[in-house]
């Protein structure tokens, strides 16, 4: 869509709220839903990959430098990276914004 | 010229199926709805009508085939009744929301328990805010009559809504009318061809029914309510369209000797045929009585209904529901609440009978009108009488 979601009126939408475009879902910002987020300490971390195997949205990446970050847009906070960090080079921190 | 015959209704539905020329046919049968489907099954394999006839496994099952064929552009039929109806209550919402005109005929009849195969309208009531367009008919005629406007209604890209006719079980669904059966060509004339605008194609995919987070919900909602209010210009030049082609006008009130009237009695389904003879009779007394009869149930015709009772002194509604703890009549209920800032408005007195299949003769009506002119005056503390229940 080309509008922001919170800007789409009544009428914009199709019959029936039908979707034309396929795969928009990347659109959607499930980081509205995260009360905490991934702190990660490089100290720590090994550059292992499990965080990013298990996370369930599939929105932690590989950086240039080789550690791993969520992608905000996407992390919905739920701690999964944490507790599965073997080396608990992850921290969930409160959102406070 | 249409053919004048005499013909169980449930069969002169399926033959006006068959003559709007059907494509998908996803029905389960019920008591009293089994002869529409039945009659249905056999003409698609006699091949007399050229359709895919789903023989599902229940009425859940029946409007998700409807969905599902509905939404790849195909015109789409089902019957249900009662129980069945109750069956397939989430699969309903679904339908209007993705705006798919599945054409239904609900075939009306009480919800157990205890057990009732007979009629009444619980299970309209059930299904009354699910945003399909709700259309009462009062016989036969008017039952195919309906039927194929329904198409030509819920198909118009202007409406694009699934459309509900509910016949009386057994007063409507058993009795064997006469009945004036248009010609093909008559029916392809006044029917175009389903077109619906945005088809499941692989060739240019869309997807339905889609996830709506609370930041978009309200807006689909709120697209859904302005179309389903703006439908009732389309179903009223449908109507008169169709009556310019067949003779027979529709509207969403019927008023039978109601202009000068003091007194109405308003009524919904079948029992506006038994309710009419009651005016006849009392007119013919001297009584300044006339019957309102309410067609179009959703959406509703607030301003027709505003119109056609501003001059009475008494509104009696008989309603044929009942809603169990609150106002008595649904019918009764919103029609007091479309009148309460009204400046002239009469005094609304409700009834709840004929539950169940219990007859209401003309005798009967006759009292409920005497008995609702006296409440009108002494005053009432309850919200409805209920009629004739024995003490």
Redesign the interface.
Known sequence: MTKP??E?????????????E?GN?SQ?KTGDWRSQRPIIDKEKCNKCTLCSIYCPEGCIEQTDEGYFEANLFYCKGCGICAKECPKKAITMVEEEE | MAKRVGMEISVAISEVVKLANADVIAAYPITPQTHIVEHLAKLVADGELDAEYIPVESEHSAMSACLGASAVGARTFTATAGQGLELMHEVIYVAS????PIIMTVVNRALSAPLSVWSDHSDAMSVRDTGWIQIFVENGQEAIDNVICAFRIGEDRRV?LPVMIHLDGFHLSHMIEPILLPEQDEVDKFLPKNDY??PLDPAK????G????P??YS??K??QE?NLRAAKEVILQCWNEFGNHFQRYYSPVECYHCEDADVLLLTMGSFSETASMTIDKMRKEGRNVGLLKLRLWRPFPFDEIRQAVKKAKVLIVLDRALSFGGPGGPVCSEIRSALYDEENKPKVVSFVGGLGGRDITVADFEEIVNKGIEISQKGSNKEFEIFGVRE
């Open positions: 979601e919170n789409i009126t009544w009428k914009d939408l199709e019959i029936g709220f039908i979707v034309t396929p879902a959607y | 929301s993705m705006r798919l694009l605008p945005l995919p869309v997807s339905m889609d996830f709506a987070p930041v978009i807006e689909t709120w697209a302005v």
